[in-house]
């Protein structure tokens, strides 16, 4: 079984400062591992993922992330958040990259002008 | 193209009464997937179908919740002697093949009274 922690359920974070948010994982297989975020009354939208290769993965927006092995970590970073940032992030994690995906308990971002 | 809906986006329901929500995946994607989400968290896995097999159903809550998809296209989740406790938003994901994105719907938004 898989799980993930979200270590801060809220950002709150200035216009064009950067952010990084946190996401730990812990399993006993090998993951495949991923970034949500919803908007307001939206469904979820991938920012990004990691399935093999370089660890250090570009996404949508401006979004990049590092898969960190021995620290189980996918720290989502973005050098200059923009207001439309504002959003909940979601980290992910599945045994297959087609499987079903386990989530953390969600970072919610206030980007403040 | 179209994206993965849901119907319908919002649903009351006295406690006691059943309810019937309906996913329509992206036309061709084998895989489907039902997720629910609490207010305030994340999503938990429900089931997962591959064509109209249902390979996976070891997140549903208690054997009141039932999902189908029959002919291997549209899902429906039903709920049946509603409990407050099933407040929730109603997740579907659809993907192509396993290793494929799963695209989520808006979800349907669940008050039970």
């Known amino acids: 079984a898989q799980s993930v922690t979200q270590l801060d359920s809220q950002v709150p974070v200035f216009e064009e400062a950067p952010v990084e948010l946190r996401c730990n994982y812990s399993s006993s297989v090998s993951v495949y591992l991923f970034w949500y975020v919803q908007y307001p009354n939206q469904g979820l939208q991938l920012l990004l993922k990691y399935l093999s290769g370089s660890t250090l993965v570009k996404g949508i927006n401006g979004f990049e992330a590092e898969f960190n092995k021995s620290q189980t970590s996918f720290h989502l970073r973005k050098p200059s958040v923009h207001i439309s940032d504002t959003a909940e992030y979601f980290c992910a994690v599945s045994a297959s990259a087609g499987n079903k995906l386990t989530f953390g308990g969600g970072t919610r971002v206030l980007v403040k002008p | 193209g179209a994206g993965v809906s849901q119907s319908p986006r919002y649903k009351v329901a006295k406690r006691g009464q059943d309810v019937a929500l309906r996913c329509d995946p992206i036309s061709g994607h084998v895989s489907l997937f039902w997720y629910q989400q609490a207010l305030g968290q994340g999503p938990e896995f429900l089931t997962y179908?591959?064509?109209?097999?249902?390979?996976?159903k070891s997140g549903l809550p208690s054997d009141r919740f039932f999902a189908e998809r029959p002919e291997g296209s549209v899902s429906t989740l039903k709920i049946q002697r509603t409990q407050q406790e099933d407040s929730a938003v109603y997740l579907c994901?659809?993907?192509?093949?396993?290793?494929?994105?799963?695209?989520f719907g808006p979800g349907t938004r669940l008050l039970v009274l």
């Open positions: 994901a659809s993907n192509l093949r396993a290793f494929e994105t799963q695209y």
């Open positions: 179908f591959q064509n109209e097999a249902q390979l996976d």
